[in-house]
């Protein structure tokens, strides 16, 4: 028999945890961790430029230092799957007033994702700096890891319920704190790999850098899954040591 106070913890630390995971897969799945904002673009030998690099962005090779200042010009986005650019949706680039604009994404591939960044990006000669590297390896496997230690404590937690045990819900909530922290490391991977390749590749005059929407719901997912291990290890160890009590009071 559960008392209803650790059934109520456990209740709010699965919606807990299935808000985080919601918050954390969207946030992987889409592009918007940092975007650009870019300058209009000012003539027919701006516009011929930007087209070049747009085209460069599309079909060329995968180069670090092409795409990010493709990134740069014109109004670009990054995730940690997805790489986007803004252009008029018509063969003309000229923006004018109300012009439609239509979105334009690459993916990183799976050999991309581990593709070793250099002191200067675009520069294989400059020597790998290892720890955009790394910094950039751990923000793309870290949100997988805390997604499959999500899915193992749901596998688990599913299990106990079938066997009407409470026992596991201690490793249940250690695996969500793992999960949290992961996601907390990814955040801050990410942002310290974006700040060392703007002190790599100087941003162009007139253009600014914002962090997007999808980096803050991955924020949000951390302390989500560190509230839901609090409550799961919480209502373990405290219906552990109830249960040991009454069985001390039944021996006696």
Same mark, same amino acid.
Request: charged share 15%; proline share 4%; hydrophobic share 40%.
């Given at each position: 028999?559960?008392?209803?106070r650790y059934a109520t913890a456990l209740v709010i630390g699965c919606v807990l945890s299935a808000l985080a995971t919601v918050y954390l897969s969207v946030a992987v799945?889409?592009?918007?961790?940092?975007?650009?904002?870019?300058?209009?673009?000012?003539?027919?030998?701006?516009?011929?430029?930007?087209?070049?690099?747009?085209?460069? =962005?599309?079909?060329?090779?995968?180069?670090?230092?092409?795409?990010?200042?493709?990134l740069f010009r014109l109004n670009g986005s990054v995730g940690l799957w997805w790489r986007c650019v803004l252009v008029p949706s018509t063969a003309h680039w000229y923006?004018?007033?109300? @012009? @439609?604009?239509?979105?334009?994404?690459?993916?990183?591939?799976?050999?991309?994702? =581990?593709?070793?960044?250099?002191?200067?990006?675009?520069?294989?000669?400059?020597?790998?700096?290892?720890?955009?590297?790394?910094?950039?390896?751990?923000? =793309?496997?870290?949100?997988?890891?805390?997604?499959?230690?999500?899915?193992?404590?749901?596998?688990?937690? =599913?299990?106990?319920?079938?066997?009407?045990?409470?026992?596991?819900?201690? %490793?249940?909530?250690?695996?969500?704190?793992?999960?949290?922290?992961?996601?907390?490391?990814?955040?801050?991977?990410?942002?310290?790999?974006?700040?060392?390749?703007?002190?790599?590749?100087?941003?162009?005059?007139?253009?600014?850098?914002?962090? %997007?929407?999808?980096?803050?719901?991955?924020?949000?997912?951390?302390?989500?899954?560190?509230?839901?291990?609090?409550?799961?290890?919480? @209502?373990?160890?405290?219906?552990?040591?109830?249960?040991?009590?009454?069985?001390?009071?039944?021996?006696?």
């Open positions: 028999m559960v008392d209803n799945g889409t592009r918007h961790w940092y975007q650009y904002s870019s300058p209009a673009v000012r003539g027919e030998a701006n516009a011929s430029e930007l087209r070049s690099l747009h085209e460069e =962005f599309m079909d060329g090779e995968f180069d670090e230092k092409t795409y990010s200042d493709t923006r004018e007033p109300g @012009a @439609a604009m239509a979105m334009e994404c690459r993916s990183f591939t799976l050999p991309q994702q =581990f593709t070793p960044k250099y002191k200067e990006p675009g520069n294989h000669n400059s020597g790998e700096d290892m720890l955009r590297t790394y910094l950039w390896r751990c923000q =793309f496997l870290l949100p997988l890891v805390a997604l499959g230690l999500v899915v193992l404590a749901g596998l688990i937690g =599913f299990c106990a319920c079938l066997c009407r045990s409470l026992a596991p819900t201690l %490793g249940i909530g250690i695996l969500h704190l793992l999960a949290g922290l992961c996601t907390l490391a990814t955040v801050c991977c990410y942002l310290a790999g974006m700040d060392l390749l703007h002190r790599a590749s100087m941003l162009p005059d007139h253009v600014d850098g914002s962090l %997007g929407w999808s980096l803050y719901l991955a924020l949000i997912s951390s302390p989500l899954h560190m509230m839901a291990a609090a409550l799961l290890v919480w @209502a373990a160890r405290s219906h552990s040591q109830n249960y040991y009590r009454m069985t001390a009071y039944r021996v006696a």
